[in-house]
Structure formats: C-alpha cells, structure tokens
C-alpha cells in the first residue's frame, strides 16, 4: 500500500529538549516536504527535498533542520524546540519535481512543546 | 511573494444545496499550479485537483467542479447537491515552479458544514 508514514503520532515535550519527527514513503517519490498546520493560519511548508541531498526552505524554516540522506526518509529535526512550535506537522511526497497528480500526506504528528 | 486568500472562514449549508468555496491568489509568476485539498474531522489530508496555469478549462468530477479564472485570479471550488460527508476543511495552494523545484503556499482553510 502506497503511503507515507510519520512517528511519533503524539509528542509532548520541554523547552530546549531535541526532538526528531520521522518521515518516511515507499513510493520511490523523489519531491519530500514538511509543513506544520496552525489554527487560522493553514499550512505553511517549512522545508521540502527535490531529491537526495537536496533541501530547500519553505515560508518558515527558522527553529528546523531536515535531512535527506536515502531517498525514503525525510526526517524534521528540532534541535531546541520553543512553545512557538507547537503545532500539528505533516510530511509529504510527490512522484515527479513537475507537481505530479497525487501529493500523499502522511497522517500528521501533533506536537506540544511545554 | 505568492499568496493565496480564502476569505470564507466558515460556511454551513443544509445537505443538498450547493456551495462554492472561493480562492483568490496572487502571484508574480506566469507558470504555476493551483491545488484544492480536503481536511475531514479525522485530520488526514486529501488531494482533490491540480490545475496548471495555462490550462483555464474548467472540471468537473462527480458533484464537484472548479472554475480557474486567471483574469480574476481565482481558481473556486463548487460542491453539487452537497452532502454530510462533505464536511471538513477544505484547502486551496499554489505551487511555484522555479528551475523545477516546487514550493508550496496554503490558504488559511475555508470549513464546510453540512447539516443533514
């Protein structure tokens, strides 16, 4: 089954603590992206991947790093989370650098940073 | 800067009327996509349609239909005879198309309510 998948679901955690948000897709697509979703403000792409090693950034890259090492995996980093970062956080993938017909969202990870 | 504005924050229409979810963009570039995506209660996000900017056709698919207008530069969503589980909020983007590498901006969400 095609699909992208997130971990954790759920997170809950403090000021400062580095935290890693997993994403991950089987469809050898090659075009990966992370956008958070904030009441009243939809989403806003925070980093996206072309390809293996090649990242750029969205609207709001400020406070995230991301990394494209395999082709698979398109991990968010957080390496001191701020309360202002509490939000809910999709990846996403796409099958072709043009905009193919089908972009897959994974199913969200809702963060809380305290 | 690319921007899109969906003006509707909240509509709630009774099951079977029709309504039309509105998207204004704006942006410097002659090449781009316009995206309308759908958020149910459950929160997964569900691609509906890509519309490219030289295509101004408009298409329809079941009882849903979109109308891209660039002289207006609107690219609205109308829902046919709408039903309950049309609720949810519903998304409209525009990618932007630099050297192949795409970036992608959301509006604020329009949230549909059908009362049975």
């Known amino acids: 089954e095609a699909q992208v998948t997130q971990n954790p679901r759920y997170l809950i955690t403090v000021t400062g603590k580095k935290l890693t948000v997993t994403c991950s897709q089987n469809m050898n697509h090659e075009y990966m992206s992370w956008y958070r979703q904030d009441p009243g403000l939809g989403l806003r792409q925070i980093y996206y991947?072309?390809?293996?090693?090649?990242?750029d950034k969205g609207d709001v890259p400020e406070g995230y790093k991301v990394s494209r090492k395999e082709k698979r995996n398109f991990p968010l980093i957080l390496e001191s989370p701020s309360p202002n970062q509490t939000s809910l956080y999709f990846c996403?993938?796409?099958?072709?650098?043009?905009?193919?017909?089908?972009?897959?969202f994974g199913p969200g990870t809702r963060l809380l940073v305290l | 800067a690319q921007k899109v504005t969906q003006a509707q924050t909240e509509i709630s229409v009774v099951e079977k009327e029709d309504v039309t979810l509105d998207c204004v963009y704006e942006?410097?570039?002659?090449?781009?996509?316009l995206f309308w995506y759908k958020q149910p209660p459950s929160g997964e996000l569900v691609f509906l349609i890509r519309?490219?900017?030289?295509?101004?056709q408009n298409e329809i698919s079941g009882r849903y239909s979109w109308n891209f207008q660039k002289s207006t530069s609107s690219f609205n969503f109308t829902i046919t005879a709408s039903q309950v589980v049309d609720s949810a909020v519903y998304f409209c983007a525009m990618g932007k198309v630099p050297g192949g590498y795409q970036k992608v901006t959301f509006g604020t969400g329009t949230k549909l309510q059908v009362i049975p």
């Open positions: 996403a993938s796409r099958d072709d650098r043009w905009g193919g017909e089908t972009q897959y």
């Open positions: 519309r490219n900017s030289f295509d101004e």
């Open positions: 942006t410097r570039d002659t090449t781009y996509y």
């Open positions: 991947s072309m390809n293996v090693e090649v990242t």
